[in-house]
């Protein structure tokens, strides 16, 4: 991959979007927004919609130069409890070539029917990287990611995983609150290192919503009329914090040893369908990178089967 074709399947793909016949964007999104977090995940996305994001970061780095990565994730509500997805990464190291880092599949399933006071879900992840993969899709273990060896030999290596999640969250009407305990298993190493993420975010107060409930039960804002495109409505905000809690042969905090980051995240939704997030992140340890500007556009849309019938 050069370095000019690194942006390229991000442009094409948000480009194709644009052009999907307009039977397909008459409609709302659901309530629901998906995952507002770049790190941490809650409920599963709604039955039969279809979410397409593409994620470029800025990492300055705590050794070696700076680098740019980015992913592509495209998901879909298997059911109203269960979703499944796929991602590709890449990144672009200053001085060096850009580089594919792999693919991840991942599936996730909300155990109980109902909204209740906790929710709980169960994410598995397969991660078919190489060791030049460099995205902050989560963190965990001991120690700093920051290449240091040649690239040409890192993206030749095979990091195979398989992430599992335990996830925790509630929604206090606009405002919801979410808990991921990570676990990853070096499926070379069958070690397994260990993280969290956590996040609370107060949702827009306009999404292009539906009336009535979400297929999780959320109340939706009815009779609401679209607020102008540059609108405070549309906005949404929160905290995020990512870190790691060692491994099977030492389990905890133990702070400067281990990366920990923490930052402001903002959604905003200009149109129906589509939303622009934004998360300027902080390294908080001595092994942890000291900045990643995390940035993502999101397109979604409900009925993605039926439409997709429709318009073909």
Do not use: C
Not at 136 to 144: N, Q
Not at 159 to 170: D, K
Not at 184 to 210: K, Q, S, V
């Amino acid at each position: 991959m050069t370095g000019h074709s690194f942006w390229k399947l991000p442009l094409q793909m948000a480009f194709m979007l644009a052009l999907l016949p307009a039977g397909l964007a008459a409609q709302s999104v659901p309530e629901a927004q998906m995952d507002p977090y770049f790190t941490a995940i809650d409920y599963p996305i709604p039955k039969d919609t279809m979410m397409v994001m593409v994620l470029p970061d800025f990492q300055s780095a705590r050794t070696g130069p700076n680098f740019f990565a980015g992913m592509e994730m495209a998901s879909y509500g298997i059911t109203s409890r269960w979703s499944a997805g796929f991602m590709a990464e890449e990144q672009k190291i200053s001085g060096l070539p850009a580089t594919f880092g792999g693919l991840r599949f991942n599936t996730y399933f909300h155990l109980l029917p109902h909204d209740h006071l906790l929710n709980f879900t169960l994410y598995g992840e397969y991660e078919d990287l190489n060791q030049a993969a460099l995205y902050k899709m989560e963190v965990s273990g001991f120690g700093g990611e920051d290449l240091v060896g040649p690239l040409s030999v890192a993206r030749n290596l095979p990091a195979h995983t398989f992430e599992q999640r335990a996830i925790v969250y509630h929604d206090w009407r606009r405002v919801n609150i979410t808990f991921n305990f990570i676990s990853e298993t070096g499926l070379e190493t069958h070690e397994n290192a260990f993280g969290y993420a956590w996040g609370i975010f107060r949702e827009p107060e306009w999404m292009g919503m539906t009336t009535g409930k979400n297929t999780m039960g959320k109340p939706v804002m009815a009779g609401m009329s679209p607020p102008p495109v540059l609108s405070l409505r549309r906005l949404g905000f929160g905290l995020e914090m990512i870190g790691a809690l060692g491994n099977n042969q030492q389990f905890g905090f133990y702070w400067h040893r281990q990366q920990q980051y923490l930052g402001p995240v903002f959604s905003y939704a200009p149109l129906p369908h589509w939303t622009i997030r934004l998360e300027p992140t902080f390294g908080l340890s001595d092994v942890s990178d000291p900045f990643v500007l995390r940035m993502g556009l999101e397109y979604s849309m409900d009925h993605f089967v039926h439409r997709l019938a429709r318009a073909f």
